[in-house]
């Protein structure tokens, strides 16, 4: 869940564009889009091999806690 979403591109010239995600702003942290490429590159890795990767991720990732 995002407080604020920038994106490089206008949804409204092209809904497509919301996947032109540039930065999101959650619970005052804000994640640029190599931070939320690196979330989500850990994610799918610990979702290949649970037991390994579940160890490196915290508990929850969009509050780093």
Known sequence: ???LVVLDANPLADIRNTRAI???MTRGRLITRE???KILAD????AKDPEAGAASLPACVCHGI
């Open 35 to 37: 931070e939320r490429e």
């Open 1 to 3: 869940m995002a407080d």
């Open 22 to 24: 540039h930065a999101v």
């Open 43 to 46: 994610v799918e890795a610990a």
